[in-house]
């Protein structure tokens, strides 16, 4: 991947506090229709467009093991049954079609916003009248190479906005097969309470970017993350085994979702998401680390920059992206029936995040 010149001392400043717009849009707009209900997370917006799919209890749902374990609530919170197929290094399905047991629905994962090939999936739903969901929780803006937006390629798809724009909940549940999108609730209310004092606190810091610099607010961050490992052990809480099977507890997005949705410009966020993860590849590819995509195509609006790395790697890494006020985690929290996998590429993925 060739290198990009950019000013990244202000890209890197804008994971902090993205670019802002005047101009109103609405999700709407971009999936070209009106069959999305709005929830407070993807997991809500998940067991929802199960339900509308027709699933039901007992029901087989096919879905990756390489999958953070909270999904995996949205399943059993329906007493459905999850069935995991395999993918590969380049995080496309690996499981032969003729391997893959009936199953009511497939969900097929857009990892990290890249397109995920869905040829094999709609092969699948045609050969088993499966129902076909397109996770696109960490999608938002990106294009396949036929220019066709992501969450908009599946009968059922799912948006985690919140991980896309700075704000306290929000992920949407769009259904693109007209056929069932009948079988749709009406929207439920929007939650009115006061944001949590944590996204207050979150939201002051962005404020203070302009003035004090990504350093200083990755030093105030560091603290926060300091005390908090004294108080509970944790600098990041982490994905509990529960998860898997308890749905958080308020399901209604937040009042000001569409506000926050609007606030965003769109064309500079989607420069700068290009911009930066170009940057961190130059950065630290010459590594000893692995992108999990070679190539990113003009029309894929990075969640992150994923990598794969050793045990014995990461330490050096880390110190190189710290070194530049970014920073690095490790993906994903696995579910318990794939913990034990021998597949080493479940083990040793790291994102380099684009959006605090």
Request: charged share 25%; glycine share 4%; with cysteine.
């Amino acid at each position: 991947m060739a290198e990009l010149a950019i000013d990244y001392k202000k890209r890197i400043q804008q994971t902090f506090l993205p670019p802002q717009g005047n101009k109103y849009w609405r999700l709407e707009d971009l999936i070209g229709h009106n069959n999305i209900r709005y929830f407070s997370f993807g997991r809500h917006a998940l067991a929802e467009g199960l339900i509308v799919a027709g699933v039901k209890k007992d029901d087989r749902v096919l879905l990756p093991g390489f999958i953070c374990r909270d999904v995996l609530s949205a399943v059993n919170s329906i007493g459905a049954v999850a069935v995991y197929y395999d993918v590969g290094r380049d995080l496309r399905m690996s499981t032969p079609l003729e391997d893959l047991p009936n199953a009511k629905a497939i969900i097929a994962v857009n990892y990290f916003g890249f397109p995920q090939d869905l040829v094999p999936f709609i092969e699948y739903c045609k050969s088993n009248s499966a129902v076909l969901i397109e996770d696109n929780a960490h999608g938002l803006f990106s294009c396949d190479k036929d220019s066709k937006l992501l969450g908009t390629r599946g009968d059922v798809s799912i948006f985690s906005l919140r991980k896309t724009i700075p704000m306290p909940d929000g992920a949407a549940l769009v259904v693109n097969n007209p056929h069932i999108a009948c079988k749709l609730k009406p929207q439920i209310p929007f939650n009115t309470k006061h944001e949590s004092p944590s996204f207050k606190i979150k939201q002051g810091l962005r404020r203070l970017v302009p003035l004090i610099g990504a350093t200083s607010i990755q030093s105030v961050i560091s603290c926060i993350r300091y005390f908090r490992k004294l108080r509970t052990s944790y600098e990041i809480y982490p994905s509990m085994s529960d998860n898997e099977y308890i749905l958080p507890d308020h399901i209604a997005p937040c009042s000001g979702l569409l506000s926050y949705m609007a606030s965003i410009d769109i064309v500079e966020e989607k420069i700068r998401r290009r911009e930066l993860y170009i940057w961190v590849d130059t950065l630290i590819r010459h590594l000893d680390c692995e992108p999990v995509f070679e190539t990113l195509h003009e029309q894929v609006v990075p969640y992150c920059y994923p990598f794969y790395a050793k045990p014995s790697e990461i330490r050096r890494i880390k110190a190189v992206l710290k070194g530049h006020s970014i920073y690095c985690l490790k993906w994903p929290a696995l579910p318990k029936a794939i913990e034990s996998t021998t597949h080493d590429h479940y083990k040793n993925m790291w994102l380099v995040q684009l959006l605090w």
